[in-house]
Antibody
């Protein structure tokens, strides 16, 4: 059974960089054509896709966040990561990592991690 | 850019009743890429329906999806207490994932 677990600081100061890692177990991050995404959800609000990456490192990002988002994959650790620069309070949210067995959807989700942007 | 509008915002029903949730796209979309998720408080979303009308593994058959073009529907035939949650539709297009704003299904 595939499992995903987010990790990273729960508190980030404004203007600084948010960094999160998703550790994948129960399957290889580099096998198949799986897509690996980050999705976030501010408290009481809906879901926003941030970006996705494939095992070969190819990535796509949400244009609304372009220039601030970078994703990477570490196949040796079976992990993928998110970096979001110049954060503001608007970036406060629960951040989920996901796996898509087909590029069009997200079959598996991590439990989510709350990141608060505050001084 | 495609916008997905879900209605109603909140749906109040009782266990045993039938629930009909709508997802309308601002332009015609590919049914193969229309997806539904269920989210309960404090939990991650759960993958329910893909390609508009196919149930994901382990999803009870009281959940069904339908639609094409711009109008899609998630139907829960007989509500169980555990079905009360928020439901999101999502579409994939041009390497992007777009979510509707959600419908809250409450008792």
């Amino acid at each position: 059974q595939v499992q995903l677990q987010e990790s990273g600081p729960g508190l980030v100061k404004p203007s600084q960089t948010l960094s999160l890692t998703c550790t994948v177990s129960g399957g290889s991050i580099s096998s198949g054509t799986y897509s690996w995404s980050w999705i976030r959800q501010p408290a009481g609000k809906g879901l926003e896709w941030i970006g996705r990456i494939f095992g070969n490192g190819a990535a796509n990002y949400n244009a609304s966040l372009s220039g601030r988002v970078t994703m990477s994959v570490d196949t040796s650790k079976n992990q993928f990561s998110l970096t979001l620069t110049s954060v503001t309070a608007a970036d406060t949210a629960v951040y989920y990592c996901t796996r898509g067995d087909n590029s069009a959807w997200h079959n598996y989700w991590g439990q989510g991690t709350l990141v608060t942007v505050s001084s | 850019e495609i916008v997905l509008t879900q209605s109603p915002g909140t749906l109040s029903l009782s266990p045993g009743e039938r629930a009909t949730l709508s997802c309308r796209a601002s332009q015609r979309v590919t049914s193969s890429y229309l997806v539904w998720y269920q989210q309960k408080p404090g939990q991650a979303p759960r993958f329910l329906i893909y390609s508009a009308d196919r149930r994901a593994a382990g999803i009870p058959d009281r959940f069904s999806g339908s639609g094409s073009g711009t109008d899609f529907t998630l139907t829960i035939s007989r509500l169980e207490p555990e079905d009360f949650a928020v439901y999101y539709c999502q579409h994939y297009d041009d390497s992007r994932y777009i979510f509707g704003q959600g419908t809250k299904l409450e008792i």
